[in-house]
């Protein structure tokens, strides 16, 4: 029997017609027409909400959905969010505005991230959103500038676990880390969060992203509460959030299989149930921002040129790592591997070759596909590059090159 090498997940979240990929209801080639050039990321409003559907029927029903920003920050995107998520996270002032320009209500937005300046916190208080505490420092200064606008603060505090989140696509959480209030020093945290009178929400726990084993999501989370309730006898009122963090991963690459999202809702039920006993005030809430989006999105680009060079056909294409850093291999990968990508106007060509996909960049970096066997493309057709809903083009270093902007699209 011959192995078969690992294949792309099938990639099922948009129908294909008449040869025709359709997103958002419309046809590739007539999407290109309407956004009038290319490239550009298309986002599929339908996919994000079912993917919302799909997951609070597999959560425990009280578990609140948070989507974190930074996945995929334009603003009809945030906005379709609002309608359909219980709160937002979000990590600069830049985010900020963004959120409250949305109908989300204000005491369901929170920030964290290390760092964050003084004018800020200082925005972030006079919203009245909650500011995920980092540091020492950034206690005292929230304090300074509360007293000063006679605004009381609203802050949880984010741990830095002692656990790590095990197979974790970027680890933030565990050992020394930027992130976070060390667990040892959570008593002390705490005490002086009493000392200057904040307004305390609860805690807030993050320790990784892209991850694809339940069992080690299920462990993070269970971890998380235990310590919780063990800090909660420090605590200067109830606990009022729990933010147990998230990491859900969504599968790009050959022989990722998708994440067993339901063993994960499962596994939670119980330990969120005697967490609520003990703590009846408090919610739980989980942060997702990849999961939530990233299967929503497109990035499509055109075919420019096609050459073969010493036997390997090449397909040269006006979008690249300026607009889609990920997808070039060049955002976190150890090893460049392949996204699913097809093309968006013949996908059901019969006739294939093994192409690779470059871009207009003048280095060796810019590429989209390499070596993948696809449906045979000219010169005009559309190529897709799939799972580009998060971390797409606010992600990539669009100035380089200057090449122009890539448009993007909710449809
Ligand atoms: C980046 C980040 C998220 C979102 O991570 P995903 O992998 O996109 O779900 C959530 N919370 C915090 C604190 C983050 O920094």
Not at 99 to 109: F, R
Not at 156 to 169: C, D, Q
Not at 173 to 202: C, H, S, W, Y
Request: proline fraction near 7%; charge should be negative.
């Amino acid at each position: 029997m011959t192995q078969t090498p690992p294949q792309h997940t099938p990639i099922t979240q948009f129908p294909v017609k008449d040869n025709q990929l359709i997103i958002g209801g419309i046809a590739l080639s007539r999407l290109a027409q309407r956004v009038g050039n290319t490239p550009f990321y298309a986002y599929d409003r339908s996919v994000m909400t079912r993917r919302v559907a799909e997951l609070r029927r597999q959560m425990p029903p009280d578990l609140k959905i948070h989507y974190a920003m930074k996945a995929n920050p334009m603003p009809a995107v945030v906005q379709h969010m609002a309608d359909i998520v219980d709160g937002f996270d979000l990590a600069s002032a830049g985010e900020m505005k963004v959120a409250l320009d949305t109908t989300m209500p204000v005491e369901h937005i929170s920030m964290a991230g290390p760092g964050k300046r003084t004018a800020e916190l200082s925005q972030a208080i006079a919203a009245g959103i909650t500011i995920h505490v980092e540091s020492f420092h950034e206690l005292e200064t929230i304090a300074q500038l509360s007293e000063q606008s006679g605004i009381q603060a609203c802050v949880a505090v984010r741990i830095n676990p002692a656990f790590e989140l095990k197979a974790s696509g970027m680890k933030m959480g565990g050992g020394p880390k930027q992130f976070g209030i060390d667990e040892e020093l959570l008593p002390e945290a705490l005490k002086l969060i009493r000392t200057l009178g904040l307004d305390f929400q609860g805690f807030h726990i993050y320790s990784g992203s892209q991850n694809l084993k339940a069992e080690a999501i299920i462990e993070a989370q269970q971890k998380s509460i235990a310590l919780a309730v063990q800090l909660s006898e420090h605590c200067p009122c109830p606990i009022k959030k729990l933010n147990i963090g998230g990491g859900y991963g969504i599968p790009y690459f050959p022989g990722d299989a998708p994440l067993d999202t339901q063993a994960v809702g499962n596994a939670l039920a119980q330990p969120m149930a005697d967490f609520k006993t003990a703590m009846p005030e408090a919610e739980v809430i989980i942060e997702l921002g990849r999961y939530l989006v990233g299967e929503a999105g497109i990035y499509v680009c055109e075919v420019l040129d096609k050459k073969i060079s010493r036997g390997q056909s090449y397909l040269i294409v006006n979008g690249g790592l300026h607009h889609h850093l990920a997808a070039s291999g060049n955002f976190g990968q150890v090893i460049r591997k392949n996204y699913p990508v097809a093309i968006g106007n013949k996908m059901h060509g019969k006739d294939l070759e093994t192409v690779s996909i470059v871009g207009p960049l003048c280095t060796p970096l810019d590429i989209l596909a390499d070596k993948m066997q696809l449906p045979k493309a000219e010169i005009g057709d559309l190529v897709v590059v799939y799972q580009s809903g998060a971390y797409g083009y606010t992600a990539s270093p669009n100035k380089f090159l200057s090449q122009p902007d890539a448009m993007e699209v909710l449809v």
